[in-house]
T-cell receptor, first 111, second 112 residues
């Protein structure tokens, strides 16, 4: 157990729908990062939150958004889902930028 | 634009051999270079990392070699075992960016 908890583990939904992925960071970590892993694009950095504030954005689509709550857990919201959004979504947490720990991921399938 | 290029895509090595995975980066602001190991159904796990002030780092059977002038770094796995079969990713960050830029991964198989 890495200490980073992601729920749900699997999610199947239809095109056009909206889903929310949840991440609880490792105890003491202030940063939460979201990554998308697909076969053709590999691991892509989406967004980072630090202590409740957005810190950096990567290749995140406008249909996607995230937030970090006062208890430091984070949610990634994916809307108007398309078939191409099917992927593994990972959350990672860290106290410093060189101490990432990844969760086990949420496998999203859009049908 | 892919900022970290990783090769090979896949690699098959006999048990006891030394698989070598190479990465090249473009962004000279990068100053932290980790390697991650990922098993099927699991998230990436940090294996070993290096900063550009050293040319080599060893942890157990894993060694990173770093060439700052060539902007390249590589992972060597000594005395490889079937349990090392996994996908390996190189990554980098720096220059004020905390998000990691990953290579595309190397699927490594160690044959018994």
């Amino acid at each position: 157990d890495s200490g980073v908890t992601q729920t749900p583990k699997h999610l199947i939904t239809a095109t056009g729908q909206r889903v929310t992925l949840r991440c609880s960071p490792r105890s003491g970590d202030l940063s939460v990062y979201w990554y998308q892993q697909s076969l053709d694009q590999g691991l892509q950095f989406l967004i980072q939150y630090y202590n409740g504030e957005e810190r950096a954005k990567g290749n995140i689509l406008e249909r996607f958004s995230a937030q970090q709550f006062p208890d430091l857990h984070s949610e990634l919201n994916l809307s108007s889902l398309e078939l191409g959004d099917s992927a593994l979504y990972f959350c990672a947490s860290s106290l410093r930028r060189d101490g990432y720990t990844f969760g086990s991921g949420t496998r999203l399938t859009v049908v | 634009q892919q900022q970290v290029k990783q090769s090979p895509q896949s690699l098959i090595v006999q048990k006891g051999g030394i698989p070598i995975i190479n990465c090249a980066y473009e962004n000279t602001a990068f100053d932290y270079f980790p390697w991650y190991q990922q098993f099927p159904g699991k998230g990436p796990a940090l294996l070993i990392a290096i900063r550009p002030d050293v040319s080599e780092k060893k942890e157990g059977r894993f060694t990173i070699s770093f060439n700052k002038s060539a902007k390249q770094f590589s992972l060597h796995i000594m005395d490889s075992q079937p349990g090392d079969s996994a996908t390996y990713f190189c990554a980098a960050n720096g220059g004020g960016a905390d998000g990691l830029t990953f290579g595309k991964g190397t699927h490594l198989i160690i044959q018994p």
